[in-house]
């Protein structure tokens, strides 16, 4: 009979393979960590472990008329909560992040997903993005993130 690992120990085994997520993205003078390069990051380490993470709970926290402060885009700022559960042993963990999202169409509540997803995947799995707030220079730190074969 095989003893059944626990969710920690899983979720400790994704973050020691984990390495820095490149940012691959480009905005006007920044670049960032894509929502797609953090999940390609993170996908196989889970599923390969059966670990699942899917939103529960999702809870507006602007009205439904907010918007930028230009007034041309809707905005919406979620606060959703995830569940990392472990398919073998029936063990979860809930936790909450916030996203925000502007649309000038109906794209504000997918972006205020993606932006939540990223970060729970950012915060629960511990992965740098080679941010560091207190370095003179704007080196990356770390090894880079790569998607990984489901083979364990």
Do not use: C
Not at 7 to 15: A, C, D, G, Q
Not at 41 to 55: E, F, G, K, Q, S
Not at 97 to 107: E, I, L
Not at 127 to 151: Q, Y
Request: net charge negative; proline share 6%.
């Amino acid at each position: 009979m095989t003893e059944t690992r626990s969710l920690h120990i899983k979720l400790s085994e994704v973050m020691g393979a984990l390495g820095r997520v490149p940012k691959n993205g480009n905005g006007p003078g920044y670049k960032y960590a894509a929502a797609a390069d953090v999940a390609d990051a993170v996908r196989d380490l889970l599923a390969v472990r059966h670990i699942t993470m899917m939103p529960v709970k999702m809870e507006p926290l602007t009205p439904p008329d907010a918007t930028t402060l230009s007034g041309k885009q809707a905005l919406l700022t979620l606060l959703v909560t995830w569940r990392l559960s472990d398919g073998d042993s029936g063990e979860s963990i809930d936790f909450q992040t916030v996203g925000t999202g502007a649309d000038t169409t109906d794209k504000a509540s997918s972006k205020a997903m993606t932006a939540t997803q990223k970060y729970a995947a950012l915060i629960s799995l511990t992965m740098a993005t080679g941010d560091d707030p207190e370095a003179a220079a704007e080196e990356p730190r770390g090894r880079v993130a790569t998607a990984r074969p489901a083979a364990e």
